[in-house]
């Protein structure tokens, strides 16, 4: 499937990650809606550098910890770019807490972000298709879920996070079954391609059978494959450089 022309909603796609993954689509073809929460100024600013590359941008603002707000910010994508091919759930928030330790407020949070977020911005999405009578000939949605390299196993040290990444694993599997053939659901799951934004460049990444970092363009390339693939879906793509099978 040709990307060109195509609309993509890059969730958390202001800054880090989301940047690379929405500039990556968009040197592809594509028009890309992005979403943030705090970083207006980042998204302005990435908007037009998509805008310089002959492709439509836009900004979405919403908080994913409110759970009515991912279905407002779909549906506020739709009516910007009229419709919306492609649907990147990129936005994630993290918690270094044991299961035992997080505070209850946190854990929903997290579940909100990272798992609930996701599944209402797809269903909306899911639903405007159906209900639109413009859609292009031949419509076939997709989705990527970004995760975690660590759904692979149980990880105790930050349980929360890891239950939050495990449930939206699930869904990929779920959602590719309910909503075909119309659309297709896949997921990526990086390993250390950056440090969390508080840390030190220098922390270290972990052992690896490849014994490199993998990069941001790694994942982006990934996330390019799934959303261009027409035989595929319930996939996930680690990009890890096979830190999974340790």
């Not at 779909?74 to 091919?85: F, H, I, N, P, Q």
């Not at 936005?91 to 909100?112: G, T």
């Not at 859609?135 to 349980?159: H, I, M, Q, T, W």
């Amino acid at each position: 499937m040709t990307l060109i022309d195509k609309v993509a909603l890059v969730t958390g796609g202001a800054r880090r990650l989301g940047r690379e993954i929405a500039l990556a689509l968009a040197r592809e073809g594509c028009d890309i809606v992005l979403h943030y929460r705090d970083s207006r100024e980042e998204a302005d600013a990435l908007a037009s550098e998509i805008r310089s590359l002959g492709r439509q941008s836009w900004c979405v603002c919403g908080d994913f910890s409110n759970v009515y707000e991912p279905a407002v910010t779909m549906r506020t994508a739709w009516e910007l770019a009229g419709w919306v091919d492609i649907l990147v759930n990129n936005a994630s928030a993290y918690s270094h807490d044991s299961l035992a330790d997080v505070p209850v407020e946190r854990m929903q949070e997290l579940w909100r972000v990272n798992a609930l977020a996701p599944m209402m911005l797809a269903r909306t999405m899911s639903e405007l298709a159906a209900a639109s009578e413009i859609l292009p000939a031949g419509y076939c949605g997709r989705v990527v879920n970004v995760l975690d390299r660590s759904v692979a196993k149980p990880a105790a040290e930050f349980g929360a996070y890891w239950l939050s990444k495990k449930s939206l694993e699930a869904f990929t599997k779920a959602a590719a079954l309910e909503f075909a053939p119309r659309f297709a659901v896949n997921a990526v799951a990086p390993g250390p391609v950056l440090p969390p934004a508080d840390a030190d460049l220098a922390e270290p990444a972990g052992p690896s059978p490849l014994a490199i970092r993998p990069l941001p363009a790694d994942v982006a390339a990934a996330v390019v494959y799934l959303a261009g693939t027409t035989a595929v879906t319930g996939q996930t793509i680690y990009v890890d450089s096979g830190q999974h099978l340790l």
